[in-house]
């Protein structure tokens, strides 16, 4: 016998058998054979194998998670997080506390990314013409495509990128443009901030990007702009914003904010004031703002009139930005037409605001000038026959780009067409070579932020499906198809070529290079502020007459879960509410009740939009809020080639989409189809809900002028019961009492927590049909409530966890004791325990509970089994679960403090909701600690318990709204 | 309160015509033996049999595929995280208690024509308790661990929650289901030994002599059966107010608006006997027409039992209004408007409706000629017992789809297998009544001898 190499001696585990059979044996053996039988035919029984490490990594302790900084790229903007790693697979993103555009918060589509690493729909193969190929036919038939540009010097070469801010990748891409002068880059992204681009070159004659510092400002509009929830520096955005939106606070004061829009962003529902303008509209009245704020460069021309009342609310508004100055700012958002970002420039300028709440830098984008008209050039190029090789990297053209360019059949004309993508998409199946890219968190790359610093981009995990990153598509072009993306990186890094002889760049660059990678960014960075004269006259498009407001325009919106359509098959995403309408797995034409009347349409009636010949059908669903005569809909729904997720998912608007720049198009024939359309909203009754939630004390909101008044007269509402009644004695939390705090001031409503919690604690997705059933299973969900009469102007978030209730309902009705009163105050559920009355649930008051009604977690995916929190059970079917305080983290805080011998400290432990919101909105501590964050919180005048009349004594409190109107602005 | 008290005295021991002037001994036990040991079965029983042991299997399959895959099939949700199965776990217990009603109360206030209906109520209240100890066993997310509901010495050390009204319920109806099955079992013994003792068929001797446990009618077996039949009375009385009670503290203990209610107890117990007695009657008029027992079921049986739906009524009807009053005189904003949803809601006509079967239906039953006529009395009984399953639908759903946070309002909708079980657990009632009548005496026989007994006696005086 010779010793087997994994060291058990082979014939040890049949020695039992060697005895003499006996009947007693035989018995004993059958009896076990049975009971095994029985219970493993019930169950299912995975093989697996369990390998050592043979040389175990360096940090790495088994349990223990690991933290590595890197990027998140969207738009071409980099967003800096942390991602936690379990023994080698990434399976959360937290935000990088020290990235400018970060500060430690994410946002939902940066949390929802890692179900995007581990989307079993992704492409796992290079294939040609639809058939499994190999990389190296691929870089066969790529050298010989190339080879015969030789002689034209490349002019038969395209590539076709997204926005790109890489460094790395950009000089790359330039490398390959010297080596054939006549190929051309060109770019196409649906929302690329094009028009952003196009307004700063009309007011300062270049394309500079605008960085904001909300912080600084007192008096704030947004022309069109969701500066709080979407787009570069969002989640910095809504931090510097909430900053300075807690009344009694140390500081500056409150701001002001002010929004114009056409249809409610979160940042119209965190306004001030809001007022709703049709799109179409949007630069007359930016127009009249200037001119009401005699700003020199439209100096003379006025703009038409809005209407009186509409008047003398831009009166107002100016009157206040005026005041402001230098402190005054004004936003105009990344769709909204390049004129009104011209007007907003102008404005800024004015208000001597640049240098103060904002600040000009050199553009982010690298490369593809004049992006909003490339795709248009590549197709003219295509139809004249000069494209032999296109090569897209990254987007899906043939899916987002406009019907009206005819992108998927003007392409075949292309001789050799390779297409770089997370999956297997529309544009693949038209192009003759696909390839897999590597997810962000399966490669080396570099982006830059929304303020320029460089963001570096690490792997924390190798390929799953052999992905290619662009890097490495552009290496093979350039003949180098051995370098990998590591190598371009670090090399671009640490100053010039691959690793000289010696194997080493100089010291002080290598370092540098480990010290950026360690902190995700390059310290120093950012672009510095750049000077930049106005053009004495803007010369813009604005008509001196108001536009015909019967007309019906369609407003072209990215869709909040998937973007342009690029996370379509994550289900997270889809099913994350939409903000305001709270539908989920569906796109929807969003109009106002007096548009929807005046078109003859009620929600769920399915209409037809029609604009020069082509239409789209879409369900209708009624929004208040939306500007008259204006329908939203959303880029990002209908794909056919998502994935089992997303395809069919919503209706595509690609039809009717402006060719040329503009996010809006007007004149609409709108009309109904006669079809019915299901939604599955998580929150029901719009219409009646406000009325509710003002009356019963649900959100409480008040002014400043009360708050300066009377603290106590917002928050208070006399319902709070006395302390001794009850029969129970009180409970004592001699250790930690844990508690949360959730600030209604600055909660924006953006839904970051919902997917930071989906993210943390395995909570499993249910489907379209389920969630119109009611059977969702967010553990945090953000309510949202229209407080102010149909159309009018306010709209209330309120994120509702589990209460964590001292007196809980739910404890005293499980008959089983699965859901009980931890010894730090927490009401813990205990899903071995659960047998499924769902009486608890019925008894809470704030329906948080969730019930496995099946089993819905997925357990035979294999690759969705890597993306489960090792620390959090998954649950079974017929179980009730809820949020739990992240109690994961507690634990891992009180034994790291406990090997400390010490008490965890304040801000130890962060719940995931609490870590991954932009505005700092919640907030999770110790009670017993009065000098925590949340016991001075919850000190607040503003402090109140959510139907704390109920007795139930909540631990998650709320702090009431307070808003800060303009006296001048009547029925604020 | 002394002539109130009288009446209600007169009333219960008038007895008109409780057994048909003409039976003898053997008449009475010829008849009703017959039934089950030499009349050929008819065609209707074949047929009705037939329907509702379909409708068993239909029940069979529907919790094959419910412990297969998981209540998700049913129509519940969050808010709403009881549907049917609670809607008609209440309803079917509700309907039993007209049979201890009878057995027990009635018999200890000696009302005697109560013997007729007693057996089959009796018989009645098993099977509606069995078809309701289903819904709660098999309505939890994981119904192979309902054991632990249970207080038992085990290695976890885990006692039930006892504060739960759930652990209540456990106690309160196994007691009731127990109870019941000795009480009936316990009358059927003296019939046994008659099936017995009259069976041609040895094979059927043996299964009945083994039943009847050696019953040889001597008198000390006469002496210690009535003792032990009037201690179970005894214990059963209690049971009739009790097991109602604690169902209705599923309700009253929580805090929903519509549920969080002192009234609930004495509201259900009535509600109960009110929808037991309109099934007794629903059974008991096919029955008396199909098996010629007129003669035994008479008249003023069912007028009695009219007289009792129409007073249970008015207690039922009174809770209605008091849950409006309460709902308004309380100045609590959730209890308005859970009653202002109920009148008014997505579910408003089903609200209405109840009160058109609840309240307005019996109101017939003040006519003497309605009360009389069996046909009229079997369609209001009919009425009252789907009133009665509204009652708890607009109880259980209304209560829960809109509570305190709009935000979180649903609705609930039935699914086909909400259905299924529902029209199942009828099934498995109705072929449990089917066999019943077919393999026992459905009227007791040693009882209706006693009648005749009385009656001749009552003759010669």
Redesign the interface.
Same mark, same amino acid.
């Given at each position: 016998m010779t010793p087997r190499e994994d060291g058990f001696e082979p014939g040890i585990d049949a020695s039992p058998w060697d005895d003499e059979p006996s009947r007693r044996r035989f018995l004993k053996l059958m009896g076990a054979s049975i009971a095994l039988a029985g219970m493993s035919g019930c169950t299912r029984q995975p093989l697996e194998k369990i390998v050592p490490y043979v040389r175990a990594p360096e940090d790495l302790v088994p349990g223990k998670p690991l933290f590595f900084a890197s990027s998140r790229v969207l738009g071409g903007t980099a967003l800096g997080v942390l991602v936690e790693s379990h023994m080698g697979r990434p399976t959360k993103i937290e935000g990088n506390p020290e990235h400018p555009s970060s500060l430690g918060s994410t946002d939902a589509l940066a949390q929802a990314s890692i179900l995007d690493l581990y989307d079993p729909d992704r492409s796992q193969v290079v294939t040609q013409a639809g058939q499994i190929a190999t990389w190296p036919a691929l870089l066969g038939a790529l050298s010989a495509a190339l080879a015969e540009e030789n002689a034209s010097r490349g002019a038969g070469i395209r590539i076709l990128t997204e926005t790109i801010t890489s460094p790395s990748l950009a000089a790359r891409i330039r490398a390959l443009l010297a080596k054939y002068p006549e190929a051309r880059w060109h770019s196409w992204e649906p929302f690329a901030r094009e028009s952003a681009a196009a307004g700063a070159r009309m007011a300062h004659g270049e394309p500079l990007n605008t960085v904001y510092r909300l912080d600084r400002a007192d008096v704030i509009l947004a022309l069109d702009s969701d500066f709080l929830h979407a787009g570069a520096g969002s989640v910095r955005y809504a931090r510097d914003f909430a900053s300075r939106r807690r009344p009694g606070a140390e500081g500056r004061g409150m701001n002001r904010l002010y929004s114009i829009e056409s249809a409610y962003t979160l940042t119209g529902a965190a306004a001030d004031h809001r007022l709703a303008v049709r799109a179409s509209e949007m630069d007359a009245c930016a127009l009249r703002l200037a001119s009401e704020l005699d700003v020199a460069a439209v100096r003379g021309r006025a703009g038409p009139s809005l209407g009186p009342e509409r008047d003398r609310w831009m009166r107002a508004l100016a009157g206040d930005l005026r005041r402001a100055g230098a402190n005054g700012l004004v936003v105009a958002g990344d769709d909204a037409p390049a004129a009104v970002h011209a007007l907003a420039h102008a404005i800024n300028g004015a208000l001597g605001a640049a240098g103060g709440t904002m600040y000009l830098t050199d553009p982010l984008e690298a490369g593809a000038a004049d992006r909003a008209g490339s795709l248009g050039a590549l197709l003219e190029d295509v139809d004249a026959g000069k494209v032999r090789l296109l090569v897209i990297l990254g987007g899906n053209p043939v899916y987002s780009a406009p019907e009206r360019l005819d992108f998927a059949s003007r392409i075949a004309k292309v001789k050799v067409r390779v297409h770089l993508s997370l999956h297997a998409d529309e544009t693949s199946r038209l192009c003759h070579w696909h390839i897999p890219e590597a997810h962000w968190l399966e490669s080396w790359g570099d982006a830059r932020a929304h303020d320029g610093t460089i963001s570096m981009i690490q792997p924390l995990i190798a390929p799953l499906y052999n992905g290619r990153s662009a890097h490495e598509v552009i290496s093979a072009m350039l003949g180098e198809p051995a370098r990998t993306t590591h190598d371009v990186v670090r090399a671009h890094w640490t100053g010039g070529a691959p690793a000289a002889k010696d194997g080493k760049p100089s010291a002080g660059a290598e370092e540098a290079w480990l010290r950026s990678v360690h902190d995700g960014f390059v310290a120093g960075s950012a672009l510095p502020p750049r000077e930049a004269r106005l053009r004495e006259a803007l010369e813009i498009p604005v008509p001196q007459e108001p536009r015909d407001s019967g007309a019906i325009e369609v407003v072209f919106r990215p869709d909040p879960s998937t973007w342009d359509g690029r996370f379509a098959n994550n289900a997270w995403l889809q099913e994350l509410p939409r903000p305001f309408t709270k539908i989920t797995w569906d796109g929807a034409a969003l109009m106002a009740p007096a548009t929807a009347a005046a078109l003859g349409l009620e929600a769920g009636d399915v209409a037809r939009i029609a604009h020069e010949g082509r239409s789209i059908e879409a369900p209708v669903w009624i929004l208040p809020g939306q500007a008259q005569g204006s329908i939203t809909v959303h880029r990002g729904q209908g794909r056919t080639l998502a994935g089992r997720v997303g395809n069919g998912v919503g209706f595509r608007v690609s039809p009717i989409l402006p060719a040329g720049p503009g996010s809006h198009i007007t004149g609409v024939e709108v009309t109904r189809t006669g079809a019915r359309h299901e939604f599955a909203a998580t929150q029901l009754h719009h219409d009646i809900a406000g009325g509710h939630a003002r009356e019963r004390g649900i959100v409480r909101e008040g002014t400043l002028d009360d708050f300066r008044k009377s603290p106590e007269s917002i928050a208070d509402r006399g319902h709070a019961p006395p302390a001794d009644l009850t029969l129970y004695p009180a409970w004592k939390n001699e250790g930690h009492a844990w508690g949360m705090s959730i600030d209604l001031g600055s909660c924006t409503g953006c839904n970051a927590c919902m997917v930071a919690c989906q993210a943390e604690n395995n909570i499993p997705v249910v489907g379209k049909e389920e969630v119109a059933r009611g059977r969702e299973m967010h553990w945090i969900r953000v309510d949202t409530y229209f407080t102010g009469a149909p159309e009018a102007d306010s709209v209330a978030h309120q994120p509702v966890p589990c209460m964590h209730c001292e007196t809980a309902p739910c404890e005293v009705v499980c008959p089983v004791n699965a859901t009980v009163h931890g010894p730090e105050g927490l009401n813990e559920m205990v899903y071995n325990r659960c047998v499924g009355t769902r009486y608890c649930s019925n008894n809470c008051p704030y329906k948080v509970r969730r019930f496995n009604f099946f089993r819905y977690a997925d357990l035979e995916t294999p690759s969705l089994r890597l993306l489960h929190n090792p620390d959090v059970t998954v649950r079974t079917r017929g179980v009730m679960e809820k949020c739990t305080y992240c109690v994961q983290r507690i634990s891992a805080a009180r034994i790291q403090a406990k090997k400390d011998g010490r008490r965890i400290r304040d801000g130890e432990v962060t719940t995931a909701c609490e870590a991954a919101c932009p505005s700092r909105a919640i907030v999770f501590g110790d009670l017993n600690d009065p000098a925590s964050r949340v016991s001075r919180m919850k000190a607040s005048p503003l402090d109140y318990g959510l139907l704390e009349e109920l007795n139930t004594r909540p631990r998650t409190t709320y702090l009431a709204r307070v808003r800060n109107p303009n006296p001048e602005i009547r029925g604020a | 309160m002394d002539r109130i008290e009288r009446e209600a005295r007169e009333l219960l021991e008038a007895k008109p015509g409780v057994l048909e002037p003409g039976h003898t001994y053997a008449s009475v036990t010829d008849k009703i033996s017959a039934v089950v040991l030499s009349r050929k079965t008819p065609r209707s029983w074949i047929i009705g049999f037939a329907i509702s042991f379909v409708l068993v299997l239909m029940l069979f399959y529907t919790i094959a595929y419910l412990l297969a895959?998981?209540?998700?099939i049913w129509? /519940?949700? /969050? =808010?709403?995280? +009881?549907g049917f199965d609670i809607i008609n776990f209440v309803w079917w217990i509700g309907i039993g208690h007209a049979g201890t009603l009878i057995s027990a109360i009635l018999l200890l206030l000696r009302q005697e024509w109560r013997t007729s209906i007693n057996r089959f109520a009796e018989a009645m209240t098993l099977f509606a308790v069995s078809c309701a100890v289903l819904y709660p066993l098999l309505? &939890?997310? *994981? @119904?192979w #661990?309902?054991y +632990?509901?249970l207080p038992y010495p085990n290695t976890m050390g885990? +006692? =039930?929650?006892f *504060?739960? @009204?759930?652990?209540w319920d456990?106690f309160a109806v196994s007691t009731y289901g127990l109870v019941s099955l000795l009480f009936w079992y316990v009358g059927l013994i003296p019939d046994l030994a008659t099936l017995r003792d009259r069976a041609k068929r040895t094979s059927v001797r043996v299964i009945y002599g083994i039943l009847a446990m050696g019953w040889r009618g001597s008198a000390i077996h006469w002496h210690r059966y009535e003792t032990a039949y009037l201690l179970l009375a005894g214990l059963a009385t209690p049971l009739v107010v009790s097991v109602h009670t604690v169902v209705s503290f !599923?309700f009253a203990?929580?805090? /929903?608006p519509g549920w969080h209610a002192t009234i609930f107890p004495p509201y259900f117990v009535a509600g109960a006997i009110y929808s037991g007695f309109a099934m007794v009657l629903t059974l008991a008029i096919p029955i008396r027409a199909v098996y010629g027992l007129e003669g035994f079921i008479t008249q003023s049986h069912l007028e009695n039992m009219a007289k009792i739906i129409l007073a249970t009524g008015w207690i039922v009807v009174y809770g209605y209004a008091m849950e409006a009053f309460t709902a308004w005189y309380s100045g609590n904003?959730?209890e308005e %408007?859970m009653i202002l949803n109920r009148m008014t809601g997505p579910y408003a006509s089903l609200y209405w409706t109840l009160l058109a079967c609840n309240a307005l239906a019996p109101q017939a039953l003040w006519l003497r000629r309605v009360r009389r006529s069996p046909l009229l009395l079997f369609a209001v009984a009919i009425v009252v017992n789907i009133g009665m399953w509204l009652e708890r639908f607009v109880i259980v759903v209304t209560s829960?789809h809109r !509570? %305190? #946070? =709009?935000?979180? +309002?649903? &609705?609930y909708t039935p699914t086909r297998y909400d259905w299924s079980m529902y029209i199942g657990t009828i099934g498995l009632f109705l072929a449990l009544l089917f066999l019943f009548i077919r393999f026992l005496p459905m009227i007791s026989i040693f009882e209706m001898r006693a009648m005749v007994n009385e009656g001749i006696e009552e003759e010669h005086r």
């Open positions: - | 895959v998981g209540v998700g129509g /519940i949700n /969050i =808010p709403v995280g +009881w309505h &939890m997310g *994981r @119904p #661990l309902a +632990w509901l885990l +006692w =039930p929650q *504060r739960s @009204p759930l652990v456990v !599923d203990v929580s805090v /929903i904003a959730y %408007f829960l !509570d %305190f #946070l =709009p935000s979180s +309002w649903g &609705m």
